[in-house]
Every structure is written in C-alpha cells, then in structure tokens.
C-alpha cells in the first residue's frame, strides 16, 4: 500500500472536516426530501435511508433533535398510528404544506441544480486530478 504524502493527508483531512460541516449543514434538507418521497414514514426508516443513501452514520440524538426542531418550527407533522400486530403507537412523519414549500425553495437554490441548469460543471478528470491520488 502507497503511503500518501503529506499534501494528500492535508487534502484528506481538510475533505474529512469538510464532510463533517456539510452533512450538519444538509441534515435538515435530506431529512426533508426522505420524507417527502416516503411520506408517511417513520423515523426509523429515515435513520436506514440516511445511511443507505448518504453513506453518513448521524447518531440517534441528533436526528431527533433535527426532527423535533422541523416539528416545533411547523415543517414536519407526525401522527400516532397503531403498529401491526402490536398495536403499539408509533409515529409517522410528513411533510407540511410550509415545508413542502421550504423544500421546493431549498431545492431550487442548491449550488448543484444552479451549475446544471447554467451548463457549468466541474468536470470529473479536474476532480480526479485534484483528488485522484488521495483516495488511492
């Protein structure tokens, strides 16, 4: 195995804190958009499909603290429903007219949909080129 150098450990560590930044930055957006495409869902299934989707382990206390923040600020709604064959109550999540309106606003000034829709890009041999060799 190729030790890296010390410019790619720097380059590494600098993407790694970014990452970090990032998802507490887009927690509240992704939460979002997964129970918008799942709604009704539960909280359990949006845990499962930030990890699917993302690849981000976000701890059990954060996500509720993010959920009931979107709760408290009118953005998700939940219902107690009976879970089959126990009957015992669970919560089920969905968007509010306010947040589906949120999300439409977030989603049309992310960086990603103003790049693709003005043709600008970065293309992927500039990523390679500048990260290539750190992920190696």
Known sequence: MVRPTEEQEWALAKIDSWVETYKKSMLTPVIMMLVATNQPTTVAV??????????????????????KRLQDSGILQSLDVDAPRTGAKKKELSLTEAGRQLLE??????????FSAGGIGIHDETAERAFGAAGS
Do not use: C, D, F, P
């Not at 845990?47 to 603290?65: D, F, N, P, V």
């Not at 606003?105 to 103003?114: F, I, L, P, T």
């Open 46 to 67: 949006v845990a499962q499909l930030i990890t699917e989707k993302t690849g981000w382990h976000i701890t059990e206390r954060g996500l509720y603290r993010t959920i």
């Open 105 to 114: 606003g977030m989603r049309a000034n992310m960086v990603e949909s103003k």
